[in-house]
């Protein structure tokens, strides 16, 4: 069921509701106020015949005519009975006496007076206490007219119950579809989107509400798709290209090997040179599922759940990565340290973070020509942080938020071997151990990256 009519017909119930319990109770204390009025005509004829036929000897001839003058405006099929206390009819008006029974009697004689109903007729009886004795005075009567009006008014209440719900529904469904047509506005606009025009935008209309939050929302969620897709694209077509280079440059080989015959030197040198090309295929591969593997991997699970000393770490590093180089072009500096050493322990995977670390240092000997790099480590209140600075070529301000996207180079890194997608691996890594990457850097007077990690909470 859609909204629109959900809407319509919980907003008709929840009203239609609502009024049925006013016409229900406007009709019943209509009722009542009825039945209620005319026992107290009743109860005016109960007074006059007592008035009438026990009090006569005390009255002036003027209030015994007056009296007898309203005894004569009789009630609708009205009956007047008097009992003795022996329940023996002594006068009774009309063809009949009243149906009373046993239990009326009592009730009367209890209370001193009592009403009750047999079907239409009701009746309202006194216990009248004279010199004479004790007797029962009981009038009845048909309230014709009173009948006749809360009938009708029965009858109004339900004809407007019926008219105004199906007002109701019909006015609750123009007004639903209303409300709910800048949404169909934006669902149709919606529609419409592809990934070939992404950076469409979704109007929610002139009005500021909710409608036109929504359409932002999907506005901001249509930017993040565009640049998800256009750094897909992206990627796609460098690792195309880096892929295609190498392979090209093997059948390139292959083709000349082939040509003629070839002596076992240059055989050899074709050999080195497809080793070397299809090395460099195989590190690009490996990088590609790694990149992919990083992307699944969620932190706080098994994968990341080894315990590494930070200054144990960049130690280790430090020493694998000069024991390549004959001058050591790596100095590792520590500045503040914590008290307890558990503060320099941070959760995570290991190998991943040694990879990510030593491949920022690594581009740093590799773009500065081998010239020497700092790794600073500095451990404050609520934070590790790690300093890499090289005296390399720098990167152009314009470049610095592109630098972690996967296969991106700067202009003045392409004369540098690699594949650009180093710096994209490590700040993945670094995020997943719920750390961050910030960089400052000038063209040819080298980079800094700062490297921060937030000190969990000791118990």
């Not at 009789?74 to 008006?93: A, C, G, W």
């Not at 969620?221 to 897909?232: A, H, P, Y």
Request: hydrophobic share 40%; with cysteine; glycine share 6%.
């Amino acid at each position: 069921m859609k909204i629109g009519r959900r809407l319509t017909l919980q907003f008709t119930l929840i009203v239609g509701l609502i009024f049925i319990s006013v016409l229900l109770s406007v009709y019943l204390l209509s009722l009542y106020n009825t039945q209620y009025i005319f026992y107290e005509r009743l109860k005016e004829r109960v007074f006059i015949t007592s008035n009438i036929f026990f009090e006569k000897d005390e009255l002036s001839k003027e209030r015994i005519l007056s009296f007898q003058e309203k005894f004569s405006k009789t009630l609708p099929l009205e009956k007047i009975d008097i009992y003795d206390d022996k329940r023996n009819i002594l006068f009774h008006s009309g063809n009949e006496p009243g149906k009373i029974n046993e239990w009326n009697f009592n009730s009367i004689k209890l209370n001193g007076e009592g009403q009750f109903r047999d079907h239409e007729r009701q009746y309202i009886g006194i216990h009248y206490k004279d010199n004479e004795g004790t007797f029962f005075i009981i009038a009845s009567a048909v309230d014709v007219t009173g009948r006749a009006k809360i009938q009708f008014l029965l009858v109004v209440c339900v004809s407007a119950f019926i008219v105004s719900l199906l007002l109701i529904y019909f006015f609750g469904k123009y007004f639903s579809r209303r409300a709910l047509n800048p949404i169909t506005d934006v669902v149709n606009q919606v529609k419409q989107i592809k990934f070939t025009n992404l950076n469409t935008q979704v109007s929610g209309g002139k009005n500021n509400d909710e409608i036109q939050v929504l359409a932002n929302t999907f506005n901001e969620m249509l930017q993040r798709l565009q640049k998800s897709f256009e750094i897909e694209r992206t990627f796609v077509s460098n690792a195309s290209h880096e892929l295609r280079t190498p392979l090209t440059s093997i059948i390139g080989e292959l083709q000349v090997a082939l040509s003629k015959e070839r002596k076992n030197e240059e055989l050899i040198a074709t050999i080195k040179t497809i080793l070397d090309q299809s090395i460099q295929m195989k590190e690009l591969v490996n990088s590609l599922l790694l990149l992919n593997q990083i992307e699944e991997y969620k932190p706080n699970v098994s994968y990341f759940n080894d315990e590494i000393r930070v200054d144990e770490l960049l130690l280790e590093l430090k020493q694998n990565i000069n024991a390549k180089y004959a001058h050591k072009p790596v100095q590792y500096h520590v500045g503040f340290l914590p008290q307890e050493s558990g503060n320099l322990i941070i959760k995570g995977n290991k190998v991943l973070l040694y990879s990510a670390i030593a491949n920022i240092i690594e581009n740093g000997i590799k773009f500065s020509n081998e010239k020497q790099v700092s790794c600073t480590l500095n451990c404050y209140e609520n934070e590790i942080k790690i300093e890499i600075a090289d005296q390399g070529i720098g990167i152009d301000q314009n470049d610095l938020e592109s630098v972690f996207h996967p296969f991106f180079r700067a202009d003045n890194a392409r004369g540098f071997k690699g594949h650009g997608i180093g710096l994209s691996i490590s700040n993945r890594v670094i995020q997943n151990h719920k750390g961050s990457i910030t960089i400052h850097s000038q063209l040819n007077a080298g980079t800094t990256f700062i490297i921060k990690f937030g000190i969990p909470a000791q118990d």
